[in-house]
């Protein structure tokens, strides 16, 4: 360290937190002296002396976590400053404002705040902003739970839009966009959130609604996303909540991850017809353009929509249609089946004209999830 060093970060306008940081060795008189630069520090601009506790409280009256982090930003200002103070003192071991801050306010705040620091996916993350007039910013992990229900016909599982804003959202329907309408998902959208005092869920239902379809087995999964850290908070305790008349819940956890429910399936399968007579090029050119197909499971039916014929193998008067389908779900799910082999039946896919007449069997061979 080059002799005189803190009496010219002094004269530099440097606070005291600043030039211990650039010079472990500075003298008690120069510190004393630089006190006088706290709020003008042509590096830290004050940031080392606010009151993180006054800045935090407003945010911490209101949350409920487990874990937590703390970042900070800074202009790019002090950030240059930095570098052209250390560059031209030629200052080498010294500990970065940004990273030196957080160390700050860690210490400042570890007996404030409640939860536990954690660097890897704390459940809220509060940035102590100081690249303009100094204020905490905070980042909340979303939460996803998954709820797998069995239920009746009778029962909707999707909410309409609001006829009033057309889904915009308006006072009408708290805007939420949906309406209140008794089905599943305006239970979890307008009654759970008041019955639990949470936020209000996103509701994905990895499906199109089926009229009339009766849901037993494992049931299928609904997907409620919050946005709010307290709900993440008690949400667990209460997963065993009772929904509508007709609805029963027969698991539910926590994701890990929104992943976990964007993920699809494809499933194939081989479905065998058996035709009167020989079929034409024609007919069998014209089996590529089959797009849904009926299954039937052990307790439940399923339009399987979006399919792709991948090959289509003619011997003699039989045909083999290796068919693919695209699904935000397993079907098995959707029927509440256990496993593969357990569909028992297909009802004759939409056939080309013509040739569904002449069909007198259809046959499910074999199923596989991919
Ligand atoms: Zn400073
Ligand atoms: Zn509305």
């Not at 570890?110 to 980042?139: Q, T």
């Not at 909707?156 to 329907?173: D, E, F, Q, V």
Request: net charge positive.
């Amino acid at each position: 360290m080059r002799k005189g060093l803190q009496e010219e970060l002094l004269r530099e306008g440097l606070c005291d937190w600043c030039i211990g940081r650039y010079y472990r060795l500075a003298s008690k008189g120069t510190l004393e002296a630089a006190k006088a630069n706290r709020n003008s520090c042509i590096v830290c601009r004050g940031a080392a002396f606010y009151d993180y506790r006054q800045m935090l409280s407003k945010e911490l009256e209101r949350r409920t976590f487990r874990t937590y982090n703390i970042g900070v930003r800074v202009s790019d200002k002090a950030l240059v400053t930095e570098e052209n103070i250390v560059l031209k003192y030629g200052i080498k071991n010294y500990t970065p404002l940004k990273q030196a801050l957080r160390s700050k306010i860690m210490e400042e705040m570890k007996d404030v705040i409640p939860g536990s620091p954690a660097r890897e996916r704390p459940e809220v993350n509060f940035i102590f902003d100081f690249s303009d007039s100094p204020r905490v910013k905070v980042a909340e992990r979303s939460y996803q739970i998954c709820v797998w229900i069995r239920k009746d016909e009778s029962v909707r599982l999707t909410a309409p839009t609001c006829p009033h804003c057309n889904g915009r959202g308006c006072s009408y329907c708290d805007w939420i966009g949906k309406e209140n309408d008794g089905s599943l998902e305006s239970f979890l959208l307008f009654v759970f959130p008041r019955l639990y005092g949470t936020g209000t869920p996103t509701i994905t239902l990895p499906f199109k609604e089926i009229p009339g379809l009766k849901i037993s087995g494992t049931g299928i999964p609904v997907y409620m996303s919050f946005s709010s850290v307290s709900d993440r908070v008690y949400m667990p305790l209460k997963l065993s909540f009772k929904p509508i008349d007709g609805v029963e819940i027969t698991q539910a956890y926590t994701l890990s991850s929104k992943s976990e429910y964007t993920r699809r399936y494809f499933l194939t399968f081989y479905v065998e017809l058996l035709l009167t007579e020989a079929p034409s090029n024609k007919v069998v050119n014209s089996l590529y353009s089959i797009s849904q197909v009926r299954l039937f499971g052990e307790r439940g039916r399923v339009w399987a929509k979006s399919l792709k014929v991948s090959r289509v193998e003619l011997t003699g008067n039989k045909i083999r249609l290796v068919l693919t389908i695209e699904s935000g779900i397993s079907l098995y799910s959707l029927l509440g089946l256990p496993s593969e082999n357990s569909i028992k039946k297909v009802e004759r896919p939409l056939l080309p004209d013509g040739l569904a007449k002449s069909i007198t069997h259809l046959e499910l061979l074999r199923l596989v999830e991919a």
